[in-house]
């Protein structure tokens, strides 16, 4: 009998977006024949514009792609209903859906053609449902008998009234894309929807809000300029976009940095090759799984690629470079060592504390509370990669398991070692019934 499998986060958002995409085809055709000449011309420049913004998308702590300029016009398109001389456009909420959605898998697939990334499809079905919750909201929800963008054309002497209106369906419509990303960010790293949700917004918040302003300034300009005022109001935020770019390539460069270095342990022959990635890469994975924040979850990172860096100060390396294997004298030597160094770089003093704190054994009651929980991940992966090498798989991992397993709750926190068995488990690094066995 074939196993069933529940569908992902991501394929129910893009089922959701092909079918609301569906509706809206439906929809637009029978209200085709009411679009303007002049809306034709305005959905042009906004398709481009589009098309454009897809074409150049901004990386956000070298993390996420966020194309502030396609989301901007993608949202100021369904609250234009109006060009200069009171001209009408007289498109539907299901033409303006039509229209994102054919720009932005034209702009996503040109971007795949010129360089790599991601899947057009994975990121179309969002913008869909995103688009299509402002246009519902701002053309068809009827408010009193009337849609919401009957009453913004009424409202020409309270200009402030219609800015609040079109801020509020855009900001509506942005905090919807936030969450959409904090489910797919959840979904492919596992981690917990809610911390998730908190990184988006730390993260693309200020962002956001900035693209949910400009999209309602496109809206009112265009009505007094035309066509013309959807670059002209665009600049801010290409000038933010630019900014976010350059701190990202810096964050990057910072990351890079981390990464050779801790390749120095390696290569002095103090530590098996690869062992810093792989204690980074699972101590990432179980901070995810306990619901880390994003920015501890980076001084968890580079503190497990660097968390060996005090062996560079002993006259002879380790046999197998396994600091688990050596005296508690000697791994607090080592971990203070490394945290010295650290501490001497104003950019990584932030780390020592964590490196520091992965030597002190984890025991119940006031030690193990006031241990920071970064230390004790860092030393349950440490520990794991050392037992189980760079395989880790099957008979290894149980066999390194059960070795944490007889020093649970002196040396190890429980808690983060039931971390470790799901993360392995989710990985197929060993079996539910593996943990079962061992009784942990």
């Avoid at 009651?365 to 230390?375: D, I, K, V, Y």
Wanted: charged share 20%; with cysteine.
């Amino acid at each position: 009998m074939r196993k069933r499998t529940r569908p992902t986060r991501g394929q129910v958002v893009f089922s959701a977006g092909a079918l609301l995409l569906a509706l809206a085809f439906v929809h637009a055709a029978f209200h085709l024949t009411e679009v303007s000449p002049e809306g034709w011309g305005l959905t042009m420049v906004y398709a481009v514009t589009i098309v454009v913004g897809e074409l150049w998308r901004v990386s956000v702590l070298g993390t996420r792609d966020f194309p502030p300029i396609a989301l901007a016009a993608s949202l100021a398109l369904p609250m234009t209903t109006i060009l200069p001389g009171g001209l009408q456009v007289g498109y539907s909420a299901g033409f303006v859906v039509v229209v994102v959605a054919l720009s932005t898998y034209i702009g996503q697939w040109a971007r795949r053609a010129l360089r790599e990334g991601e899947p057009a499809l994975s990121q179309g079905g969002s913008r869909v449902i995103v688009v299509s919750m402002a246009a519902v909201i701002y053309r068809e929800v009827p408010l009193e008998g009337r849609a919401l963008a009957d009453w913004v054309e009424d409202w020409h002497d309270v200009k402030w009234l219609t800015a609040l209106t079109m801020i509020s369906v855009a900001l509506l419509a942005m905090g919807l894309k936030v969450l959409l990303l904090a489910m797919r960010h959840s979904s492919s790293t596992h981690a917990l929807l809610w911390q998730s949700l908190v990184d988006e917004v730390r993260a693309v918040g200020p962002l956001a809000l900035a693209t949910a302003s400009t999209a309602a300034v496109i809206a009112l300009a265009v009505t007094a300029l035309g066509p013309v005022a959807i670059p002209l109001f665009l600049a801010p935020l290409l000038l933010l976009q630019l900014a976010v770019s350059r701190q990202s390539a810096v964050r990057e460069a910072q990351r890079q940095t981390i990464r050779s270095l801790s390749r120095l342990t390696d290569q002095g022959g103090f530590t098996p090759s690869g062992h810093g990635a792989r204690v980074a890469d699972l101590s990432l994975a179980m901070g995810r799984d306990l619901g880390l924040a994003e920015r501890d979850l980076v001084e968890l990172e580079y503190s497990a690629l660097l968390h060996d860096l005090g062996q560079v100060a002993l006259r002879r390396p380790i046999p197998g470079g396994s600091t688990t294997a050596t005296s508690p004298l000697d791994q607090r030597r080592i971990a203070q060592t490394g945290a010295s160094i650290l501490a001497r770089t104003a950019e990584l003093s932030r780390l020592s504390q964590v490196v520091a704190g992965q030597a002190t054994p984890f025991r119940h009651g006031r030690e193990g509370a006031e241990l920071m929980l970064q230390s004790r991940i860092l030393r349950v992966s440490n520990a794991f990669d050392d037992l189980g090498g760079p395989t880790g798989h099957g008979p290894v991992a149980r066999r390194a398991l059960d070795r944490i397993r007889l020093n649970l709750g002196y040396d190890y926190d429980p808690l983060v070692v039931r971390s470790l068995c799901r993360v392995l488990v989710r990985e197929g690094r060993i079996t539910s019934n593996d943990v079962a066995d061992l009784d942990l």
